[in-house]
């Protein structure tokens, strides 16, 4: 009895032990496409964060110009945001590596859905961060090189300005996964087509109220992020009613075999 104790206790330990190798073996994989993408544009560094800083930059009033109040900015905040846009660029492989490490215990109906699920994801994230540079930036700086008073020079720090536009990335980023996470409330079981859509209004509303903190007091501003969220919370909707559904028979009874 203790042998067979024994035997089916190292049974258990076995497949722990193989999933944290492979887990690790992932992970490493993740961190060296990183520091590949990273070595790839350091090079760039400068260049990269002057073109982050055109929306800005363009509208300073002439003889202005953004500062360094720190000895160190110059070096690291074109190096903070190499690294980031890195893991942005290697978003794609690092997802592909999880989505190896998981997809063995998922059904394969699971499987099915989760491929597109990944792929739009990392799309409308990209997405989210294209229209924060290219709509919502030019507004936001437009409107807090305006309203400064006449005797007051705009001289933004580098790092204060590269920290303000990441958390706006990030912001719109995730804003932009607002279809992605209501099908899989829909089809987690959390709630129901019918019962989200009852609730519209108070959708319509968080919406104005998070536009309302994530922009500038202005109606313009405000309405550019809170009509596409609620444009893409309408796409969720619709995404759940042609998407999600019961497993049929036939994927019951794969699910079964498998």
């Not at 203790?2 to 076995?14: D, I, R, T, Y």
């Not at 996964?177 to 019918?194: K, N």
């Not at 104005?208 to 405000?222: A, K």
Request: net charge negative; aromatic share 14%.
């Amino acid at each position: 009895m203790a042998k067979l104790n024994e035997s089916e206790s190292g049974a258990e330990e076995q497949p722990l032990i193989s999933h944290l190798v492979e887990l690790r073996q992932r992970l490493i994989w993740a961190l060296l496409i990183v520091m590949l993408v990273f070595l790839s544009l350091f090079y760039f560094a400068n260049d990269l964060y002057a073109y982050l800083s055109e929306p800005l930059t363009a509208l300073l009033p002439p003889g202005t110009s953004m500062i360094a109040t720190d000895v160190t900015s110059p070096f690291f905040a074109p190096f903070k945001l190499t690294l980031v846009l890195s893991i942005f660029a290697a978003m794609p492989f690092i997802l592909h590596q999880i989505w190896g490490f998981i997809a063995p215990g998922l059904y394969s109906h699971e499987r099915r859905i989760a491929i597109p699920l990944l792929i739009s994801s990392i799309a409308l994230f990209y997405s989210g961060i294209a229209f924060a540079y290219f709509v919502v930036f030019p507004l936001i700086f437009g409107f807090f090189t305006s309203v400064g008073p006449e005797n007051v020079a705009v001289m933004t720090d580098i790092s204060s300005y590269l920290n303000f536009v990441l958390k706006l990335f990030f912001a719109f980023g995730i804003v932009f996964e607002i279809p992605i996470a209501t099908l899989l409330i829909i089809w987690s079981g959390l709630s129901t087509v019918e019962d989200l859509t009852s609730k519209r209004a108070y959708v319509v509303v968080g919406c104005f109220v998070v536009g309302m903190l994530l922009t500038p007091p202005d109606v313009i501003s405000q309405s550019l992020l809170a009509l596409p969220m609620w444009l893409l919370f309408e796409l969720g909707i619709i995404l759940g009613r042609v998407i999600v559904r019961k497993p049929s028979e036939d994927d019951a009874e794969t699910d079964e075999q498998e």
